[in-house]
């Protein structure tokens, strides 16, 4: 459906209503999306947003100088790269349907022999954004946000829209994705507590130490190889040692480092949120939920 059709829809779905139905549903349509508070307009500020970058990067969202290797997933089946803050299950259904993405690869040739392909994105969706900033972390209001890798800027623009965090800062070493993000944090307005920081995390212990939630999403994995890696999370770790620092990963801190062996003892370095400890977390939730865990330094 194209903006024509959908403009056309809803006028035809306002007319169809009597007139005092008419009535009651456009003051709650100017009611619900002009308050600031409404979930529905953080929705919308992040999907024009997403709908801006769609233009700027290739279909899969990944920039010619960047260098992702899916082939380090366990899973043997094609990876193909479909960002979720760019595209919504139900965009997805349409670019299947449009024959512009296979959800399946066929594993002989010419046959009716077909798996399913592996989708990943390294981009949280707007829903998931929304429950880390509205549900799973405290008021952040004074505090400093770090996202490591921030790449199209995702969790930057969650972070201003969905917090009340003074200050939030995205470190990416890909210079061309950084001028994406600032392209973006200029254009809508966002450099009054948005800071991109082009350069290693490596290289800015300072930022580290004075951040109070880092968020680590799909960070290190496709982007680096095993000695990088392990290199990395051990500098990581004797770097962030501020207590009640809160680190929000996808996927668990566990799983990423069992397969590293670096040595770092996570028991004594910190404590696992559990999902349960967060208030109104509901069942519909259950699917944002899914890999993202919470842990604060001890």
């Given at each position: 459906m194209d903006f024509s059709q959908a403009k056309s829809s809803f006028l035809n779905l306002v007319n169809s209503l009597n007139?005092?139905?008419?009535?009651?549903?456009l003051s709650w349509c100017k009611e619900y999306f002009s308050s600031e508070s409404s979930s529905c307009k953080t929705y919308f500020d992040l999907r024009t947003i997403a709908e801006d970058i769609k233009i700027l990067v290739p279909q899969n969202a990944v920039l010619p100088t960047e260098q992702i290797n899916h082939s380090k997933m366990d899973d043997q089946?094609?990876?193909i790269h479909v960002d979720s803050f760019l595209f919504?299950?139900?965009h997805i259904d349409a670019m299947v349907d449009e024959g512009k993405l296979s959800r399946n690869y066929c594993k002989q040739c010419g046959s009716t022999n077909v798996a399913p392909i592996t989708f990943i994105s390294h981009s949280a969706s707007i829903p998931r954004i929304q429950f880390i900033f509205k549900c799973m972390l405290p008021d952040l209001n004074g505090k400093t946000v770090l996202d490591v890798g921030s790449r199209l800027g995702a969790i930057l623009y969650g972070a201003y829209y969905c917090s009340s965090a003074s200050k939030i800062i995205g470190v990416e070493m890909n210079q061309d994705l950084c001028k994406l993000q600032n392209h973006i944090v200029s254009k809508y307005g966002l450099n009054d507590r948005i800071q991109?920081?082009?350069?290693?995390?490596?290289?800015?212990?300072?930022?580290v130490q004075a951040s109070d939630v880092i968020i680590f999403n799909n960070v290190f994995e496709c982007f680096m190889d095993i000695e990088s890696q392990q290199n990395i999370w051990k500098w990581l770790r004797n770097h962030i040692t501020k207590p009640g620092t809160i680190l929000v990963t996808v996927p668990s801190i566990e799983d990423t480092l069992n397969s590293?062996?670096?040595?770092i003892d996570v028991s004594t370095w910190l404590r696992k949120v559990s999902i349960e400890d967060i208030e109104n977390v509901l069942m519909d939730d259950e699917d944002t939920l899914h890999e993202i865990f919470s842990y604060i330094v001890i």
């Open positions: 007139n005092d139905v008419r009535s009651d549903f089946a094609p990876v919504e299950d139900d991109v920081i082009c350069n290693n995390i490596c290289g800015l212990p300072e930022v590293l062996e670096t040595g």
